[in-house]
C-alpha cells in the first residue's frame, strides 16, 4: 500500500463496515511512485478517524486501533545484501525521518557475499563474456531470465538499450517493483545522479549524523536513496552495482567502504586484477578484465 496515496485508502475504508476486515501491508522506504506521501502513523489516524464512531457504539474502541506488525525477517535476500539495505534505511531515517517509518534493521536467513562496485566500465562490458551466464564457446553475454539490469529512469534505460540491444533486460527501478531476481545489476545510478552536491554529503548521515546535511537543500536525495534501496532489495544471490564514472562514484565508495565500520561493498576497478564473481546456483560470473 505504500504507492497508494491516503486518499485512496481512505476510499477504500468505506468498502468494508467493520474495521477487523483490514490487513494492509507495506513499506515506506519503497514509496517511490510519483506523489506518494504514505507514511503509517498517517493510515493508522486514518483508520481510527473512519471506525472510531462505529466501535464506540458497540463498546468495543480498540477495534479503531489497528495493530502494528513489524517483519524484520527478510525471505528473499541473503545478510550480505541486507546489510548494505539496512544503511540506506538508516540514512533516510537520519536525514528524512519524516517519510519513513523507522524499524529495525531486517535479517536474513542465510550469509552471503558483499555487493560488487565495478568502477570505470563502460557498457561494452556487458555485450562480452565478462558479464551474465558464461558460454565458453562464446564472446557474447547470455543473460537468463534470473538476472536484470536496473537503470535510474527511462532516459537511462533508453540511452543503455541504444548501446547493447536487447542482450538483457533492462528495467527502471520503479518498473522493478515487486520483483525479483537472483542477480542484479545496476547500472549507472550514481554517475546519472542529477545531485552531485546532495551525494557528496550522504556521509554525513551515518552513525545518528545528521548535523552537516541539510535536508531542504538536498530534498532530491530521499527519492535517490529509496530508488536504491529499492534495486538493492531486488537481488536474492548477487547484487553488482556498475558505475562508469569513477569521480561521481568517488564519495559513494567512501561512504561505503570508510565511513561504516566495516567496509559493505567490494570495490574493482578495470587495472585491478581479474574477478569473477560465480553466484552458487546460477553459475552467473562478472568479471571486469584487463
Known amino acids: 500500500v505504500q504507492d497508494q496515496r491516503p486518499l485512496d485508502i481512505e476510499l477504500l475504508l468505506t468498502i468494508i463496515k467493520d474495521g477487523r476486515g483490514f490487513h494492509l501491508a507495506g513499506d515506506t522506504a519503497q514509496s517511490i511512485s510519483q506523489d506518494s506521501t504514505f507514511r503509517f502513523p498517517v493510515i493508522k489516524a486514518l483508520f481510527y478517524e473512519h471506525f472510531a ?42 536525514g528524512f525521518p519524516q517519510t519513513v517509518d523507522k524499524l529495525q534493521p531486517e535479517i536474513g536467513q542465510l550469509y552471503g557475499p558483499k555487493p560488487i562496485l565495478f568502477v570505470g566500465c563502460d557498457s ?16 557474447t553475454a547470455d543473460f537468463g531470465a534470473e538476472q536484470v539490469i536496473l537503470v535510474r529512469d527511462e532516459d537511462a534505460k533508453a540511452k543503455l538499450q541504444a548501446e547493447i540491444g536487447d542482450v538483457a533486460l533492462v528495467l ?4 522493478s517493483k515487486g520483483m525479483e531476481f537472483d542477480d542484479v545489476i545496476l547500472w549507472d545510478f550514481f554517475s546519472g545522479c542529477p545531485n552531485p ?16 546535511f541539510d535536508a531542504t537543500k538536498h530534498a532530491a536525495m530521499c527519492s535517490d536513496l529509496k530508488h536504491f534501496y529499492v534495486a538493492i532489495t531486488r537481488a536474492r ?3 553488482s552495482m556498475v558505475e562508469s564514472s569513477e569521480s561521481a562514484a568517488a564519495p559513494i565508495i567512501k561512504l561505503l567502504t570508510q565511513d561504516v565500520s566495516e567496509p559493505l561493498v ?6 585491478d586484477s581479474n574477478v569473477s564473481i560465480v553466484s552458487p546456483q546460477k553459475g552467473v560470473r562478472v568479471r571486469v578484465p584487463h
Do not use: C
Request: no cysteine; proline share 2%.
Open 237 to 239: 544471490i548477487q547484487l
Open 124 to 139: 561494452q562490458v556487458l555485450l562480452t563474456k565478462n558479464v551474465a551466464l558464461v558460454k565458453i564457446s562464446e564472446q
Open 266 to 271: 567490494d570495490v574493482t576497478r578495470p587495472q
Open 53 to 94: 464512531a462505529a466501535s464506540a457504539s458497540t463498546n468495543q474502541a480498540q477495534l479503531a486501533r489497528p495493530t502494528l506488525f513489524a517483519l524484520s525477517k527478510n525471505y528473499r535476500s541473503h545478510q550480505g545484501i541486507l546489510a548494505l539495505a539496512s544503511l540506506v534505511m538508516e540514512m533516510l531515517w537520519n
Open 172 to 175: 527502471t527501478i520503479l518498473q
Open 197 to 212: 552536491a546532495g551525494l557528496r554529503r550522504l556521509g554525513a548521515l551515518v552513525k545518528g549524523g545528521s548535523g552537516d
